[in-house]
């Protein structure tokens, strides 16, 4: 990797960053996802989770968090140390962080299918051809019902569209997609098909950085 993707969660932190402004909005559509999620045990898994700010926190305080038992995976240790220490801070018994490729779907084998996936932070990072094989596999992560959040920056050439296109072909309905005007891409897609088995040792996605990919 030729980022430091540990220094680079210190935009979080600056109110008026734009991974600042994402945030907020993903952490609204877990919170809805959660509302909208039937009685009972909830499953959710995290692909390339960094320190768990997307779930974590919204766990900690949302009536159906103490349901869900959450998987996140990611591959800087650095990041995965405050995930785990979040985790326990807040009391969440049911999340796991785990050091590790967030691409492999052996990953999240025993939780899928979940009822909430979030693969926010990745389609700004890997080539369309990986971000179309990775939405193929949203349809056996997530459980009939369930729902996927994704983020995609909108600026050209706006990838968005064609993304929902390709999460219509496989069984999704969109719940909410936000628009360029927004200035960060977040969607919310809900799984209305019946899930496939998840391909056992097979690789989603090859993580390139949008550094790179904007280079080349």
Sequence with gaps: MTKDWYAWHRDYDQPDSALSRRLVEVRRRVTEALDAAPP????????CAGQGRDLIPVL???????DVTARLVELDPR??????RAGADAGLTGVEVVTGDAAV???????APADL??????????GDDDIRATVRHCASLCATGGTVLWTRHRREPDLVP??????AEEGFEPVTVSSPADGVGVGAHRFTGAPR?????ARMFEFVGYDRLEQS
């Design 40 to 47: 009972g045990p909830l499953r959710a898994v995290s692909l």
């Design 60 to 66: 900690a305080t949302h009536p159906r968090g103490g």
């Design 79 to 84: 990041n995965t140390e405050l995930a785990r």
């Design 105 to 111: 779907t052996d990953r999240y084998a025993d939780l």
């Design 117 to 126: 996936v979030l693969v926010c932070g990745i389609f700004g990072n890997i």
């Design 162 to 167: 064609t993304i929902c296109d390709w999460f």
């Design 197 to 201: 088995p998840l391909a056992a040792g």
